[in-house]
């Protein structure tokens, strides 16, 4: 199965979007929130961003 070039582009931004939007939105909830919610949305970010690396890896055949 061929790669689209939008598919290519998601697969190249997200390891760098993670790294760019974790260290953001953690330290925002946890001064605005508070530190559970912090934890709880560091912990939600961090497995959906596994998830979807995992997903979108792209593995030699």
Do not use: D, N
């Not at 925002?28 to 919610?37: K, N």
């Not at 939600?44 to 961003?49: E, H, K, P, Q, R």
């Not at 596994?50 to 030699?60: D, N, Q």
Request: no cysteine; glycine share 8%; net charge positive.
């Amino acid at each position: 199965m061929k790669a689209t070039p939008a598919l290519r582009w998601f697969v190249a931004i997200t390891p760098l979007a993670g790294a760019m939007v974790f260290p953001i939105v953690v330290p925002l909830t946890m001064a605005r929130v508070g530190i559970g919610a912090g934890v709880g949305v560091a912990l939600a970010l961090s497995s959906l961003w596994f998830v979807t690396m995992l997903r979108t890896s792209e593995m030699p055949h």
